[in-house]
């Protein structure tokens, strides 16, 4: 063995050391991320374990929580039922799915159309259970209140947030973190976390998703392959477009050539599994929500459509707000000239127009579809910021955070003239009634049933009172008002005796000025209420976009109570109907 000098066994030694370093370097920032950034956003070496203050996870959380509870401020008196229909809908399935888990119930379907009987505005066939249990468990912990739901909503905006800090963080630098709170600021987040709807929890479980799927196909796991199944899976139970997703995983896979990795024994069992899971869902939901799968199916003649390929891009300016889009822009520039860019943003925008192609493939459109597409832009949006920073020679740490502060406060002043609808005066009605008639069913006719009628059972916990409802008694119809319309009564004499036989209520509680009025059913109820039959008690003013007041009634001949209430579903086809008697607490 050769003998070597000190300055012979100092030279290797540092030449070996330089060699390390070289290999560390010429690393992707993902390889490396459990241990340190071998660059940051100034595109400088550093140290193992060296970082800035701007890097600081903890910083960064803290800051991402604050911004949070900015946003949960911006709207903190809005009680999240104003998005028409769906909105109180997916609030009360969480009362049902917790009273009927409380029952001990083994006959979910009778429990269903009873409990429907007395609050008709559930709707537990369309839509997944998963969010709503976690609902009732909500409910369970704090009371049925919309705010309690709205709060469910927002703090899966939280977890986006987290999960899209932790996205930068990896695969592109410690400071780049920060863009987590621009996620929060995007006007369609701000907007959607407060509607008591299914798109940002979809939006939260999919990023989640699509985080340990990147995580995998970067540097397979089992654990990382299991997270992204159980988030996929997750998602798909609570919210079915969340699938959307899987667009994204397979771009990647057929991108960048990970085929080998799904043919594992592991990986097989794993995708047999899932498609088991998928293939019952889809048995369930065509039985028995067959027109919302109607509305999620397409043609080629409609795919030729140009504007079905546009329309989430005109839309874009409710979900993103313009700073972030222009910097997401220029990381799209950025891609044909600095590598680094390139690396960092292409994973990014085959995620993006993955989503994109599959939402735009859906018959069924609408702005708060595409909330799903606000991570990947806000994500684009800080690699376009870093990249700008790079190429205006921006190399200092301080100057890289306090512009990205800046960035920031920009966002959250744009975000304090978001504009959320509301909808208030509803309750003042549903609390009226409730001292006028502790007991009995009350009658509603009007679009917003849905948000009178979870305001009955959240102040009836002894499930005494309930609501029948005008579409239900006087007609019924598919979804839209006129879309399979059956109507029951002839004349407002017929409304009269409906009411007295049928109703069992007492009380009436009508809407005026609704777009219902011009189905001929509802235009002899307001002829009947002219008459002599009934007295006009109070009005409420209802503060909500379309503006209008809810009149109460009552009725001065007594009304019988029937054994069972007719519940006609044209949804289920036409002529489908029930009868059931409104469900009693015995639990």
């Not at 997916?90 to 799915?97: E, I, P, V, Y």
């Not at 708060?368 to 910021?385: N, W």
Request: net charge positive.
């Amino acid at each position: 063995m050769p003998k070597y000098s000190k300055a012979e066994r100092a030279s290797a030694g540092l030449g070996l050391g330089v060699g390390r370093f070289a290999c560390a370097s010429a690393r992707p920032v993902e390889a490396t991320a459990r241990g340190f950034d071998v660059t940051q956003a100034i595109g400088q070496p550093v140290g193992e374990g060296e970082t800035s203050v701007a890097g600081s996870m903890t910083l960064q959380t803290v800051g991402i929580v604050c911004t949070w509870l900015y946003v949960v401020y911006l709207h903190l008196g809005n009680d999240g039922l104003w998005y028409p229909g769906d909105a109180a809908r997916h609030a009360l399935n969480g009362a049902f799915w917790g009273d009927f888990l409380a029952s001990g119930s083994f006959h979910p379907k009778a429990f269903a159309l009873s409990y429907y009987a007395r609050y008709p505005a559930i709707n537990p066939t369309s839509y997944p259970p998963l969010f709503y249990l976690l609902e009732a468990a909500a409910y369970r912990l704090f009371g049925i209140s919309p705010f309690v739901a709205k709060g469910l909503v927002l703090g899966f905006a939280l977890v986006a947030a987290l999960y899209a800090a932790a996205w930068l963080r990896r695969w592109v630098s410690r400071e780049a973190g920060w863009g987590g709170t621009l996620l929060l600021l995007q006007p369609g987040v701000i907007a959607w976390s407060h509607a008591v709807l299914l798109n940002v929890p979809s939006m939260a479980l999919g990023l989640a998703a699509l985080y340990h799927a990147r995580r995998w196909l970067d540097r397979p796991s089992r654990d990382q392959r299991y997270l992204a199944l159980a988030f996929i899976v997750a998602g798909f139970v609570s919210y079915f477009p969340t699938l959307i997703v899987c667009l994204a995983i397979c771009a990647w896979i057929l991108v960048e050539w990970h085929w080998t990795k799904l043919f594992t024994r592991r990986s097989t069992a794993a995708l047999v599994t899932f498609g088991a899971v998928l293939l019952v869902a889809l048995g369930v939901v065509s039985q028995w929500a067959p027109l919302h799968v109607s509305l999620a199916s397409t043609n080629l003649e409609q795919m030729l459509r140009v504007e079905r390929w546009t329309y989430y891009f005109w839309e874009s300016r409710g979900i993103v707000a313009m700073p972030t889009a222009l910097l997401a822009a220029f990381a799209l520039v950025a891609c044909a000239f600095d590598p680094r860019a390139r690396r960092e943003a292409v994973p990014v925008i085959v995620w993006m127009v993955a989503c994109y192609i599959g939402l735009s493939s859906l018959t069924e459109r609408d702005t708060r579809f595409a909330v799903i597409l606000a991570p990947p832009v806000a994500i684009l949006g800080s690699i376009g910021f870093l990249a700008l920073a790079r190429a205006l020679r921006l190399t200092s740490r301080v100057a890289i955070a306090v512009t990205f502060a800046a960035l920031i406060a920009l966002h959250a002043a744009l975000g304090w003239f978001t504009f959320v609808p509301r909808t208030e005066g509803i309750r003042e009605a549903v609390d009226f009634l409730a001292a006028k008639a502790p007991t009995g069913m009350i009658f509603f006719e009007g679009e917003d049933n849905g948000i009178f009628t979870f305001y009955v059972r959240a102040g009836d916990p002894g499930f005494r009172r309930g609501v029948v409802r005008g579409s239900k008694l006087l007609y019924a119809s598919a979804i839209f008002n006129r879309w399979r319309l059956q109507q029951r009564v002839s004349s407002p004499a017929e409304v009269v005796e409906l009411l007295r036989r049928e109703s069992g209520c007492q009380w009436l509680a009508i809407e005026t000025s609704t777009g219902v009025e011009e189905i001929e059913a509802v235009r002899f109820l307001r002829q009947a209420l002219e008459g002599p039959e009934f007295e006009r008690v109070q009005s409420f003013k209802v503060d909500a976009v379309r503006g209008y007041r809810v009149d109460v009634y009552r009725l001065r001949r007594p009304a019988e109570e029937p054994d069972r209430i007719a519940l006609p579903f044209p949804v289920l086809g036409q002529g489908t109907e029930f009868k059931a008697k409104p469900i009693e607490r015995t639990w």
